[in-house]
């Protein structure tokens, strides 16, 4: 079992910065990827940014130049560097976790989301 822990999010105006964190703990050594998704209230949950233990990353298309992944093996921990942002980027943002380089299977490990709400 793996239990994430996420923190860093919060209101914000556009144009702003926030930086997310996620903490894992438990089964670590079983841990690969690490990364996120969001979900806005109107639409689905969607992939955002990936890094692996490596430090392989992986950005979907619409973030790429205003997110960056990072993240400190020796913390277990994965942050997601928000700029720029825009109302649109308002969503839950999750926290997940894979044994695989790649995120989104099934046995993936999620934490229990974090609030970003951008102001215009």
């Known amino acids: 079992q793996v239990y994430l822990m996420e923190s860093g999010g919060g209101l914000v105006q556009a144009g702003g910065s926030l930086r997310l964190s996620c903490a894992a703990s438990g089964n670590i050594f079983s841990v690969n990827a690490m990364g996120w998704y969001r979900q806005p209230s109107w639409k689905q949950r969607e992939f955002v940014a990936s890094?692996?233990?490596?430090?392989?990353?992986k950005y979907a298309d619409f973030v790429k130049g205003q997110f960056t992944i990072s993240r400190d093996n020796a913390k277990n921990t994965v942050y997601l560097d928000m700029t720029s942002l825009k109302p649109d980027d308002t969503a839950v943002y999750y926290c997940a976790t894979a044994a695989t380089p790649e995120l989104g299977a099934a046995s993936d490990y999620w934490g229990q989301g974090t609030q970003v709400t951008v102001t215009a």
């Open positions: 890094i692996t233990r490596d430090g392989t990353t």
